[in-house]
């Protein structure tokens, strides 16, 4: 029985996941990715973010697992089909050449036999690798492999494309190349989700993001929705703060440069700042900079993984011993 | 189906990768020559080639028995029986534990296809190996003799599924383990010594089973003897009488000791593969489908090392005991021999299955 509400293409509730009784890697995941977008998943070292994606690719079985993907219950085999996967350091048969290599997944992913020679070509083409398609994947390096594994990945003309660190080993020109790929299947109203250390590449790709610390969700959303209490403006100018700054209470000075002030005005509407800039002008200031700000992912990451009490960063890995609650950041 | 191909095309690219694959049939084909170029002269010796050779044939031996008897021999007996299984195993070994290592096998699970099936068909193709290799030496040995003797058996390929069936027993063990150690070493290794425990096992039984069917012959002669000798009615029959059934009584007691020591052997062998048992089988079913006959010792030639001289003075012969020994093993029936070999091959494969569907990657 199908339970696809039609938007989603993942929408997982309550994921639990014990190792052997004592590790809780997984401690009550939930997350939902709409179908479309780009959505990415981040988080320190063992947090449990190869296993939440492991268990949706039926690689590990979950100790609870509620919800759906592609509208099919988690671990329906058959969903994988419309699924393409790149796992973290994958490794393809040594006496396979490029092209039979995706081939023979495209044959296990149950792709006709002209179809998967057809899109073997065009996908070995898409990702730079024709010329060594014949070529034993043994002799490949790690970026090759990982082109190779992105083609694999997208064989099956996948609905969803869950990718696992895809850039490691890649280089920048490769990277970008990596972007503009994952940005194209979004045009084509495909969904990806990302797994990745790579925090400014998360960025520059990602509709929403989620951050995962300790086998749980700190907190997910859009860069705009996660971003908007940081939202600010920021205005660099010469010589000491205005004697007039106390007037606003929704601004703060800040030294900046040498003999430069910064002011900042939390919000992120500019109508606010405009008479602000008025009065400096008045008073013949020179303003150097006028910048809207936010926090980056990096901010956001870290302002996740610290602990808000005490200042210092999350115990890194999963968690042992009994389940804990899930924190007020957690869930969806 | 789509999928099945895949992994049995994958399954021979793995080993047409591999050297030892062709060193194999490489050595098949140098065994197939031999059936090639071994003769018998017109003074009734072996040939090679063309060069006489110093080892005399019996007369009524033919060409097309020389070149059957150097197929059971050669062939099946020293060749698929153990250097061919040997390298098989060695060759084999590596496909599971590499299977389910770590970035290979999440691109496998990740697919639409269950578990179970990817395992028994990753299994099957597994079997592949000794498959071609079998199916390959002995097609061609077949077309050998049949073509220089005009003899064509086909009870020759025979051979093809018990060599099969045979090596499953040690590759169903050798997959559990492989799926326990993750280790191609680990797993070739203790399936080696699991098969030389086998060994162990069907050696005692064979040790066992001759001294076994001696004391039967031996009560059996005494018995009649004494029957003789109560039936008579001379002086010195009570004491001949007597006699008789001092031994009989110790011949008892030693037929009751070592019946029970080799039961205890074939209640531990019962349910473990039947490695030996299962090439007897093949090479006896292939000298009957290939109308040979089986060499009997001439009688009193030969010392057995069971055989007393109380016995052979009790009227038990050598030819006698190796029939008993011969019909005692022939009397192991195939489901004795392969059905409780395939049913531990099936729980074997079934708790590694259990393994492959449960566990984490």
Redesign the interface.
């Known amino acids: 029985m199908s339970t696809d509400n039609g938007e989603l293409a993942l929408d997982v509730r309550e994921v639990e996941k014990v ?1 052997r009784g004592r590790v809780h890697a997984l401690r009550g995941v939930s997350m939902k990715v709409r179908r479309g977008e780009i959505f990415g998943l981040l988080g320190p070292n063992g947090a449990g973010k190869s296993t939440l994606v ?1 268990i949706m ?5 979950p100790t609870k697992a509620r919800g759906t993907l592609l509208g099919q219950p988690i671990g329906h ?5 419309k ?1 393409g ?1 790149l ?10 050449t490029g092209r ?1 290599a995706l ?3 495209a ?7 002209r179809t998967r020679k057809r899109r073997a070509d065009e996908l070995l083409k898409v990702v730079g690798m024709s010329d060594w398609a014949g070529k034993s994947v043994s002799s490949y390096s790690k970026g090759m492999m990982q082109r190779v594994g992105l083609a ?1 990945a997208m064989i099956n003309d996948p609905d969803l494309v869950v990718l696992d660190e895809p850039t490691d080993g890649v280089d920048p020109v490769g990277r970008r190349e990596i972007r503009d790929l994952l940005l194209s299947l979004r045009d084509q109203g495909k969904t990806v989700f990302l797994n990745s250390h790579l925090l400014s590449e998360l960025e520059m790709v990602c509709d929403r993001v989620a951050i995962m610390v300790q086998g749980l969700i700190a907190t997910q959303g859009t860069l705009e929705e996660l971003t908007v209490e940081s939202q600010r403006y920021e205005i660099v100018i010469d010589g000491s703060p205005p004697v007039w700054l106390v007037e606003h209470a929704a601004m703060r000075a800040e030294r900046a440069a040498e003999n430069q002030t910064r002011l900042v005005i939390q919000g992120s509407d500019p109508a606010p700042i405009q008479p602000i800039l008025d009065r400096l002008r008045s008073e013949q200031r020179i303003i150097c900079a006028v910048k809207p700000m936010r926090e980056t992912l990096e901010d956001l990451f870290m302002r996740a993984v610290t602990d808000p009490t005490t200042g210092a960063i999350k115990q890194v890995g999963a968690a042992t011993g009994k389940r804990v609650a899930p924190g007020p950041g957690g869930g969806e | 189906m789509t999928a099945a191909l895949a992994l049995l095309l994958d399954s021979y690219r793995e080993l047409n990768s591999r050297k030892l694959f062709w060193l194999t049939l490489l050595l098949s084909v140098v065994i197939d020559c031999l059936l090639l170029l071994i003769g018998i002269t017109p003074d009734k010796h072996l040939s090679l080639l063309w060069l006489h050779t110093p080892f005399p044939v019996m007369p009524s031996t033919t060409l097309s028995v020389l070149l059957k008897q150097t197929y059971i021999i050669i062939g099946i007996n020293l060749w698929l029986t153990w250097a061919a299984t040997i390298l098989a195993l060695i060759s084999t070994a590596s496909i599971f534990p590499d299977f389910i290592s770590g970035g290979s096998i999440d691109l496998v699970l990740a697919k639409p296809i269950g578990r179970l099936r990817l395992f028994l068909l990753k299994y099957l193709t597994g079997l592949l190996f000794v498959g071609m290799q079998v199916g390959a030496f002995s097609v061609v040995a077949f077309v050998i003799i049949g073509l220089r003797s005009g003899a064509w058996e086909p009870g020759l390929l025979l051979a093809v599924p018990l060599v099969l069936v045979f090596f499953s027993y040690l590759f169903a063990v050798c997959v559990l383990l492989g799926l326990l150690t993750r280790s191609t070493i680990a797993s070739l290794l203790l399936t080696i010594l699991f098969w030389l425990f086998l060994f162990l096992m069907n050696t005692a039984d064979k040790a066992m089973l001759m001294p076994h069917v001696t004391n039967d012959l031996y009560v059996e002669k005494l018995e009649a003897r004494l029957a003789t000798a109560q039936q008579q009615s001379d002086s010195g029959s009570a004491q001949r009488t007597a006699g008789l059934e001092k031994e009989l009584a110790e011949a008892r007691s030693d037929r009751d000791a070592i019946r029970r020591w080799h039961g205890y052997i074939l209640a531990v062998k019962t349910p473990l593969p039947k490695t030996d048992d299962t090439m007897n089988l093949l090479v006896h079913r292939v000298i009957a489908a290939a109308h040979l006959s089986e060499e009997q010792p001439e009688d009193d030639q030969h010392q057995l090392p069971f055989l007393t001289f109380k016995m052979r003075a009790a009227g038990v012969r050598v030819t006698e005991v190796l029939e008993r020994f011969e019909s005692v093993q022939r009397s192991r029936t195939l489901p004795w021999v392969l059905g409780t070999s395939l049913i531990f091959e099936g729980v074997v494969l079934a708790l590694a299955a259990w393994i492959f569907c449960r566990r984490d990657f």
């Open positions: 190792y492991k690719m039926t690689v590990v079985h085999k058959p969903t994988l089909a699924v996967y796992p973290e350091h994958h490794r393809f048969p040594g006496y396979l039979q081939e023979f997944y044959a296990l992913a149950k792709v006709d036999r694999q």
